[in-house]
């Protein structure tokens, strides 16, 4: 079992950028695929980004795609999210999520951890 903590949250400017981590617990975390999640309020939890065990594959949002980079060390056991360009729509809460797929998913139904989330602000 993994444990995950989000942080980095924040309020920012539309155009700025923040970093989210997502550290674990464990000594397994090589060895899971991992995603990142938003939800807004009143809105259904959506997919951001996804990255395979070792990094070698990454898949993104389309909302997201060329804004945002997902990577991950597996020796610090710690996923990242680097937000750059934010907009107003990117405000929500942030999730991270983990499990052994051995592929990478942009499903939240295929990930049985889930941190606690991460509150992002972007103001217009």
């Known amino acids: 079992q993994v444990q995950l903590v989000e942080s980095g949250g924040g309020l920012v400017q539309a155009g700025g950028s923040l970093r989210l981590a997502c550290a674990s617990s464990g000594d397994t975390f090589s060895m899971y695929t991992l995603g990142w999640f938003r939800q807004a309020p009143g809105k259904e939890r959506q997919f951001v980004a996804t990255?395979?065990?070792?990094?070698?594959?990454?898949h993104y949002a389309d909302s997201v795609k060329g804004r945002f980079t997902i990577s991950r060390d597996n020796a610090k056991s710690t996923l990242y999210l680097q937000m750059n360009s934010l907009k107003a729509e990117d405000t929500a809460v942030y999730y991270c999520?983990?499990?052994?797929?051995?592929?990478?998913?942009?499903?939240?139904?295929?990930?049985?951890?889930w941190g606690q989330g991460t509150q992002v602000t972007v103001s217009s």
């Open positions: 990255i395979t065990e070792r990094g070698g594959t990454t």
């Open positions: 999520a983990a499990d052994l797929l051995g592929y990478y998913s942009d499903s939240q139904r295929g990930y049985s951890y």
